[in-house]
């Protein structure tokens, strides 16, 4: 399977704990988004990433919240001192732009479910 | 800021009707919408629409985008359990792709 993939599918920690997530992107896509969804609500935009640089960071992305790609391949999703309100679903996504962009949907993985007690 | 609102928020029918999704949207540089459907875990691409007026079919699934009106609508007809899920209509941000969401309507098919 090619698509994209997310680790881990579950993670329960404790408040104030740290925790990271990873996404793979399918291969040949240079672009990678996080996205946080709560129940109820569609996903919200957190950051982007197009190859190994970050383009743009919600608002939402508070500063316990660091992303990173390192090559342009994988990237990592670290929430620090977690809180109660970081629950929720991460979703990461991945496109291929170039060209005419808007074009190319997104594809995301099957998320991780963060739960904070 | 860009917005997208989608109704009904739920929507409950029995096998084999025809349901209608509305979605309007208010985004700046608009270039297209999109349609997921989200069951348990990821939303999976359905309907990406860019020209008014032209519909796009798959299956008992259709789409059609009206760009005066600033809205689309997501039709099945002939409803089957597995049509059960969220479905989201998002609209991109021309130049860095970021997608607004709408809130999603969630479609429950009673056989």
């Known amino acids: 399977d090619t698509g994209v993939s997310q680790d881990p599918r579950h993670k329960i920690t404790k408040r104030g704990q740290n925790v990271t997530f990873r996404c793979d992107p399918i291969s040949e896509h240079n672009r990678l988004y996080w996205y946080r969804q709560t129940l109820g609500q569609g996903p919200e935009f957190l950051t982007y990433f197009q190859n190994e640089a970050q383009l743009e960071k919600s608002r939402l992305l508070s500063d316990r919240f660091s992303a990173e790609r390192p090559k342009g391949s994988f990237s990592t999703l670290e929430i620090q001192r977690t809180e109660q309100g970081d629950s929720a679903m991460y979703l990461c996504?991945?496109?291929?732009?170039?060209?005419?962009?808007?074009?190319?949907?997104?594809?995301f993985g099957n998320g991780t479910r963060l739960t904070v007690t | 800021e860009d917005k997208v609102v989608q109704s009904p928020l739920s929507l409950v029918v029995h096998e084999g009707d025809t349901v209608t999704l509305n979605c309007s949207y208010e985004?700046?540089?608009?270039?297209?919408l999109l349609w997921y459907k989200q069951e348990k875990k990821a939303p999976t691409f359905l309907f990406m629409l860019?020209?008014?007026?032209i519909e796009k079919k798959s299956g008992r699934l259709s789409s059609i985008l009206d760009k005066k009106e600033l809205s689309s609508i997501l039709n099945i007809t002939a409803t089957q359990t597995g049509d059960s899920a969220i479905y989201l209509c998002?609209?991109?941000?021309?130049?860095?792709?970021?997608?607004?969401f709408g809130t999603g309507t969630r479609l429950t098919i009673i056989p």
């Open positions: 996504a991945s496109s291929m732009s170039g060209g005419r962009a808007y074009n190319s949907p997104l594809h």
């Open positions: 860019t020209s008014s007026g």
């Open positions: 985004v700046t540089n608009f270039r297209s």
């Open positions: 998002a609209a991109p941000n021309f130049g860095n792709e970021k997608l607004t």
